[in-house]
């Protein structure tokens, strides 16, 4: 009997062993093709303004992100691993965007960042971010001092810099404007920023600035100013900004008999400045980064998928939320490791991304290097102008850049 259980004992030993040695294979092999098999998901924290005075930027975006996030997931997620998104509204305020960063990374462990949709929260976030080491990713905050924050601070869109040369540009090349009058938020770094910048390439390319002026978001009354523009008789007023004010300066400037047109930013981009300003906003132009006439293969299919999950057709803002979410996943795909520098060095090695918005490469400064576009108001649609890339408008003279006659790429 003794001899019998030893036997069988043995037997069992030999089972377990077998057992044992395949389980153990079986998780060498896992790891090999799967260096972070303990991580059952990646999270990626959002956080932008999903309610507040423009939540319109957050939604879109949030929108565009999640779009993006289902298809990656659908397609095998992160080499095997989902993705999941945990978001957080900052109800537009910069301390809430810095208290995200925080929730995010600490309590959340989440791998990476996309957030703040406007400038002046992401700055503030990109602090915390910066110091806290996790990679974060703007979908469309411009303003230069982002990104010189930290390397861990990334963006997926353009600077003000070329979105405000851009705009110099056309109004002198298209719109043969000649003399401009500037109207800038004092409030926003966003705004000055850009007002800055028309500023200097309109007057260098043989433009003149016949009025300056300035108000606070939040106003709701520009008559002084526009007085003081009226006097100066402009062919056209750039008006650096969001949506809001945009709308409102708009139908004053009209009532008032203003006739100039009317110059913008990305800020503009929302469906409420159309039904904020009415038709006094009608025949004007901003710079932004998509449009939905985009008959690009890529894009065209981007905007049939928005329009059948959301019934609503992507802005600007969608749009960069969809291929902010998507760079992160090339670079998450390529990351050595996932821990945070490793996904910081695989961002910063973004090279040639081919998104919805044109072709994205990230400068030495972590700022994409992109075509941007020109749209005109008409309406409720923003209607497909031109576009532009970097090499239209180097940091040389305009008037030495191109010659008068010539007209931008039409694409
Ligand atoms: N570029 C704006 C900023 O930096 C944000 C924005 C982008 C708003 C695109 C609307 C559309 O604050």
Known sequence: MALFRLRLDKGNDMVRIALLTFLVLISVACSKSNPDSKISE???GEFSSLTGPQSSFGKSAHNGIKLAIEEINESGGVNGIPIKLVSIDTKGLAENSAQAVETLAKKNKALALIGEVASHRSLVAAQVAQQMSIPMITPTATAVS??????YIFRACYIDPFQAKVMAKFALENLKVKKAAVLRDVKSEYSKGLAENFIE???????????EDQFSSGDIGFTDQINHIRASKPDAIYIPGYYSEAGKIARQLRKM?????????????????????????????????FSVQNTEEKSAEFVRKFREKYKSTPDG??????????LLAAALKKSSALDHKSIKEALAATDNFLGVTGKIQLDENRNAIKPIVIVKVDGPVNRFVTSMNPSDVPSAPLKEMT?????????
């Open 42 to 44: 990646i999270v990626v």
């Open 201 to 211: 390439a309109f007057e260098r390319g043989g433009g003149k600035v016949v009025a």
């Open 146 to 151: 982002i990104t010189n924050v930290g390397d």
């Open 403 to 411: 010659s008068a006659s010539e007209t931008p790429s039409l694409q």
């Open 257 to 289: 008999g203003v006739q100039a047109t009317l110059l913008g930013s990305d800020g503009w981009d929302s469906e409420k400045l159309f039904k904020i300003g009415t038709v006094s906003v009608n025949g004007s132009y901003f710079t932004n980064h």
């Open 317 to 326: 803002l969608a749009a960069m939320g969809y291929d902010t979410a998507l």
